[in-house]
């Protein structure tokens, strides 16, 4: 079946580091791909999003590239925050899955904490 | 976000007796889900609705039972509570279906069962 693989954690960086996690994915036919982030004691916010292959998602000064040729949808942070501290998420829309389009299958969290 | 909220936001019972979580969402969406989220699994699916009294099993759906009367209500409903049920519940909404369509989440529920 369709699943996420989302590289462990916790990660720590310190301030204006460059971010990485990496995501990657196995799905039939040709899912939508996201990242959610969740803050301490809050429920999950969408980040970004790609929904075909070489689709660039952005917000916030986050990115991620749909490679269909990998399966992969790697976020990127060129200098991260202190506020940026928080678990994300990757999450793939697949067309199977629970038999019904629009079902979330999730990785299992990164979380992300950065140092002043 | 969507206007979804979760009640309670914590709750602690013992094992053997019936739970219900309700989620409330004001944004007229069709569709409705609980999730659960246990460390080291990230989310997990129990329930979803495509519509006021249509719902579906998810991956994890043994031990829940749901219902929904109206659009804006989803309710989980654990019958007799069980102590590998403590998590996180997070009730989610979309307006449509669709692979890319983005879910909208409330801010959890958290659960234990002693």
């Known amino acids: 079946g369709d699943s996420v693989t989302q590289m462990e954690g916790p990660v720590t960086l310190s301030e204006e580091a460059f971010l990485t996690i990496n995501c990657t994915y196995t799905?039939?036919?040709?899912?939508?791909l996201f990242w959610y982030v969740q803050y301490p004691g809050e429920g999950l916010q969408l980040l970004l999003k790609?929904?075909?292959?070489?689709d660039k998602g952005s917000n916030k000064g986050f990115e991620a590239t749909y490679r269909k040729e990998t399966t992969s949808f790697h976020l990127e942070k060129g200098s991260v925050q202190v506020s940026d501290s928080a678990v994300y998420f990757c999450?793939?829309?697949?067309?199977?899955?629970?038999?019904?389009?629009?079902?979330?299958?999730f990785g299992k969290g990164t979380k992300l904490s950065v140092k002043p | 976000d969507a206007g979804i909220t979760q009640s309670p936001r914590h709750k602690v019972t013992e094992t053997g007796t019936p739970v219900t979580l309700r989620c409330h969402q004001t944004e007229n969406h069709r569709y409705m889900y609980w999730y659960r989220q246990d460390p080291g699994h990230g989310l997990r699916l129990i329930h979803y609705?495509?519509?006021?009294?249509?719902?579906d099993k998810g991956e994890v759906s043994d031990g829940y039972s749901v219902s929904r009367s109206k659009t804006e209500d989803f309710l989980l409903t654990l019958e007799s509570a069980t102590s590998s049920q403590t998590s996180v519940y997070f009730c989610a909404t979309a307006p449509q279906q669709g692979t890319n369509q983005p879910q909208h989440f409330g801010d959890g529920t958290r659960l234990s069962i002693l």
């Open positions: 999450a793939l829309s697949g067309q199977n899955y629970g038999g019904s389009q629009g079902n979330l299958i």
């Open positions: 790609a929904t075909k292959a070489d």
């Open positions: 609705s495509y519509g006021v009294k249509d719902t």
């Open positions: 799905a039939t036919g040709y899912p939508s």
